[in-house]
């Protein structure tokens, strides 16, 4: 299979919400508003298309902090999150892959294209992955640790420095 990869810019908002809307089943405006408020890092997020053009993989990449996506945090473990926060991190806001594409080497590769900027720029990637999605073990995999959860999500630290 072949694709290309692209940076996205703020004209792919709505791409990216349309999206989110079709593969989570989220609520439209509140996925609006989340792409409207939360710090896309739009130059360090991705898009995969196939030859035809056609949108198959995006990983959206977002500059809003641990407390924005998980308020408990800061009155459940203030320590924990003041020392996470004394770090420089952006984390995973949406990472999809068209079904005909899971399983192959699309989403190692979109990952791949940002990682040298990553590891020059940050120290780790906040990843929260909703309980019901099925990426927990992905994650995992490419070394990402449990530091939190709550009733939505699992909240993991990937870090990029050994």
């Not at 896309?40 to 997020?45: A, G, H, K, V």
């Not at 030859?51 to 993989?57: E, L, T």
């Amino acid at each position: 299979m072949t694709y290309t990869l692209h940076r996205m810019t703020a004209a792919d908002a709505p791409l990216t919400v349309d999206w989110m809307v079709r593969q989570y089943g989220f609520d439209r405006r509140e996925v609006e508003g989340w792409v409207r408020d939360l710090h896309f890092n739009w130059p360090l997020s991705v898009k995969a298309l196939a030859p035809d053009g056609h949108v198959i993989g995006l990983l959206n990449m977002s500059d809003y902090r641990i407390e924005e996506e998980t308020p408990l945090i800061a009155r459940e473990k203030p320590d924990l999150l003041a020392a996470m926060n004394a770090r420089r991190y952006t984390a995973v806001f949406s990472f999809i892959v068209a079904p005909e594409y899971r399983g192959t080497r699309l989403n190692y590769d979109m990952i791949m294209s940002i990682m040298p900027e990553l590891k020059a720029n940050y120290d780790f990637v906040f990843i929260p992955v909703l309980h019901r999605l099925k990426t927990h073990q992905y994650w995992q995999r490419w070394g990402a640790r449990e530091f939190y959860r709550d009733a939505d999500c699992v909240y993991y630290q990937l870090p990029l420095h050994a």
